[in-house]
């Protein structure tokens, strides 16, 4: 495929969608000592770039197959583009969605489809949703609509390369966007490959669903074993065909970004600027302070999708806390007699660190019981000082490492 393909389907787009904004970041320039420029798919009528694939390859079908229906699999943002889509076209489609995925996009997508589509809820994972996709199309003579990995998907999402362009005097010195399937940075490297050559790409993954990564080290898409869905929007445990080549071929730059930090940007986007990203939304400027960028360079961020369910919001802190810091867990022996719990307090607790949890259980023995503490700091530079005042203490105090297999427990 090549640059023709993603003008094509542009002016496909042209009468759907309008160019969404590209804004000048204070926050994020002030970091990095240059000008950083934030594109805001968020604000696509689905809160997601997912529409620009999604309707390029339904508006590319023979009426035949469109006869005959459509269905996909997604984390979510890929299912609302396909039902707009599906809705503005007037094709039938199933949407397949892993139990993950967060009421607020299940909703959506019921909504944005309307009467031509229907959701089935299948699995704990995307790939699970996929396979379940894959049968339908089998057995019913359907059209899949990949998330990624389908060349006018690719166009689609490479029409964002393209506005950027369109809309900068210049072409960015860096371009950074997020990683998933693939289909958005492969759309990205199809267009500035040929207009913008000089461009820097960063791709972006969550490091628990580092597939591209993986990719890359094998040499051909591979499955990975586990993955976190905390960030649902890019947890895909293996990419496309299609989106490795094109990355692979053009020696694409990769980074893997902890979720404790995408968590730390998800709060700044929304209580500096103003912005509800989800956690895949906040995955490309998550990863601008990892970069070496030079000063003065101008950067351009994706911030991708705006579809957050508020009932995350109190996991969102607790893992950016913790990230930054801020926020630990003991396993505390309190001495089965009067006055423990206040001496815990008199003399281990500094004057700005607070008690977030105690979970007492019953008394292991006779003179014994354990509890789980959780203790949010002041500052992070508090703990060498807290963890003293532990280990002078009378009970006997254990922390709980954040990659320790029982603080999967807490989080």
């Known amino acids: 495929m090549s640059a023709r393909d993603v003008d094509d389907a542009a002016e496909r787009l042209r009468a759907v ?8 970041n204070p926050r994020l320039s002030d970091e990095l000592g240059g000008e950083v420029w934030v594109k805001r798919e968020d604000l696509q009528p689905v809160r997601s770039y997912k529409i620009r694939g999604a309707y390029n390859l339904i508006a590319e079908l023979p009426e035949q197959a469109r006869a005959a229906g459509v269905v996909c699999a997604s984390a979510g943002n890929h299912a609302q583009g396909v039902a707009f889509a599906c809705n503005r076209l007037g094709v039938k489609g199933r949407v397949y969605l892993p139990g993950t995925t967060p009421r607020q996009k299940r909703d ?18 995307y790939d699970e949703a996929a396979a379940a996709a894959r049968a339908d199309a089998e057995s019913t003579g359907a059209t899949q609509v990949p998330a990624f990995d389908d ?3 690719i166009a689609g999402q490479g029409t964002i390369a393209r506005e950027i362009l369109a809309q900068l005097a210049d072409p960015p010195d860096v371009l950074v966007v997020p990683v998933g399937g693939g289909g958005l940075l492969s759309g990205a490297i199809t267009y500035l490959r040929e207009h913008a050559p000089s461009t820097r790409i960063v791709g ?38 299609d989106t490795f080549r094109i990355a692979h071929d053009a ?11 995408i968590c730390v940007e998800m709060l700044s986007l929304y209580q500096s600027d103003g912005i509800i990203a989800e956690p895949a939304g906040a995955l490309s400027p998550a990863a601008l302070g990892l970069l070496d960028i030079p000063r003065n360079a101008t950067t351009v961020s994706l911030i991708s999708g705006g579809n957050n369910d508020v ?28 006055g423990a719990l206040r001496r815990f307090l008199d003399d281990v607790l500094g004057p700005d660190d607070d008690i977030t949890l105690f979970e007492y259980t019953k008394r292991s023995n006779r003179e014994t019981g354990p509890a789980l ?6 500052a992070p530079d508090d703990l060498p000082a807290l963890l003293k005042r532990m280990e002078e203490a009378p009970p006997h105090i254990e922390q709980i490492p954040p990659d320790s297999p029982l603080f999967g427990f807490i989080l």
Not at 17 to 24: E, M, V
Not at 215 to 237: K, N, S, T, W, Y
Not at 373 to 378: M, R, S
């Open 17 to 24: 969608i309008g160019p969404t904004p590209l804004q000048l």
């Open 108 to 125: 959506r997508v019921a909504r944005l489809g309307r009467d031509a589509v229907e959701v089935r809820v299948v699995g704990n994972t």
């Open 151 to 153: 060349p006018r998907t």
């Open 204 to 241: 972006v993954e969550p490091a628990s669903a580092a597939s591209m990564a993986a990719a890359f080290a094998a040499g051909e898409p591979v499955e990975l074993d586990r993955i976190d869905p905390f960030v649902d929007g890019a947890a895909v445990r293996k990419v496309g065909a």
């Open 251 to 261: 020696g694409v730059e990769l980074l893997a970004v902890p979720e404790g930090r």
């Open 311 to 338: 009932s995350r919001y109190a996991d969102i802190v607790e893992r950016a806390l913790v990230y930054e810091g801020r926020k630990h867990y003991f396993l505390v022996e309190f001495p089965q007699e009067p």
């Open 373 to 378: 503490v959780g203790i949010e700091l002041g």
